[in-house]
């Protein structure tokens, strides 16, 4: 058997609020509630549960969206309608811009409960994506 990560807990001041954030920004669904969990299916299967916690116990993380050039632009479309502050960099001192790293194109942005977002067309390495057959 080969592991996949099959989900994973987001921490949120509001589970509502973030699931529909990133599922607005990635043209997703957001799923329906199961006991303290909102969900968000990404297109391999993973899904990120967004659950409510006291805003003082969140950690910062990171997760990065591998998004194909179409997705890229329709997300990119969205952030900037929203007028969300962006940055080309992780340590966000390149506001307004995105980056061209590997070939691609990415960018970083903050989701409502603190956390950082990236999208990138290009995995790490330059390489091109291998994405399983659905």
Same mark, same amino acid.
């Given at each position: ?9 987001v ?17 997703l ?19 990120? =549960?967004? #659950?409510?916690?006291?805003? *003082?116990? %969140? +950690? ?9 050039e ?40 903050? =989701?409502? #409960?603190?956390?950082?977002? *990236?999208? %990138? +067309? ?13």
């Amino acid at each position: 058997m080969s592991v996949e990560l099959n989900h994973t807990i987001v921490h949120a001041r509001n589970n509502r609020e973030s699931a529909e954030f990133l599922a607005n920004i990635l043209g997703l669904e957001v799923g329906t509630e199961w006991g303290p969990f909102i969900p968000v299916a990404t297109s391999n299967g993973v899904t990120l =549960d967004f #659950a409510t916690v006291p805003a *003082e116990s %969140i +950690t910062m993380q990171h997760y990065a969206f591998l998004v194909s050039e179409e997705e890229f632009d329709a997300a990119f479309g969205q952030i900037q309608q929203a007028e969300i502050t962006f940055y080309a960099d992780p340590y966000r001192k390149q506001p307004g811009e995105i980056n061209h790293n590997d070939g691609g194109r990415g960018l970083y942005f903050m =989701d409502p #409960a603190g956390h950082g977002m *990236e999208i %990138i +067309t290009r995995p790490y390495g330059g390489h091109e994506a291998t994405r399983p057959a659905r």
